[in-house]
């Protein structure tokens, strides 16, 4: 089983702050990533949300934020609702004069089940590269 990690990395003409704001808070992240029912960015806070595939399967995402370094680092388990494995989503901010190169690095894929084809790392390529090119792109621009 080798390991591949997922990462996507985009400078957004934002703050650091924005862009934490954005990935911190409940309100804010459900114009352009999850409608989470609750989200706190504290070590140890869980939370889950339900996101449909793109035949229209739901998945219930089941996380647990493990790392806080204010308006610099989050990260959280990604793991699903009867399914084995436990993957890792690690967001990262590096100010660059008035914007915010953000880094995203999803670890840990390959624990979930291989003969799920939903599972596969690609599918993971293609949804994070959409949420930062397109949905978080737009949010942030509307500034």
């Avoid at 704001?21 to 806070?45: C, H, I, N, P, Q």
């Avoid at 739901?58 to 790392?67: A, I, Q, R």
């Avoid at 624990?111 to 930062?132: K, R, S, Y």
Wanted: proline content about 3%; aromatic content about 14%; glycine content about 4%.
């Amino acid at each position: 089983m080798s390991e591949k990690n997922v990462i996507v990395e985009r400078v957004f003409a934002a703050d650091v702050h924005t862009v934490w704001s954005a990935l911190t808070e409940k309100e804010l992240m459900k114009l352009w990533y999850f409608d989470l029912a609750e989200f706190r960015a504290e070590v140890g806070f869980k939370f889950e949300f339900l996101a449909d595939d793109l035949d229209g399967k739901p998945w219930n995402h089941l996380c647990e934020v493990t790392e806080v370094v204010p308006e610099s680092k989050l990260v959280h388990t990604w793991t699903y609702e009867g399914y084995s494995g436990v993957s890792y989503v690690m967001w990262e901010l590096f100010a660059e004069d008035q914007n915010t190169r953000l880094k995203l690095t999803h670890s840990g894929i390959e624990t979930f089940p291989q003969d799920v084809p939903e599972l596969a790392i690609h599918n993971f390529e293609m949804g994070w590269d959409d949420i930062f090119n397109n949905s978080l792109r737009e949010f942030l621009e509307k500034k």
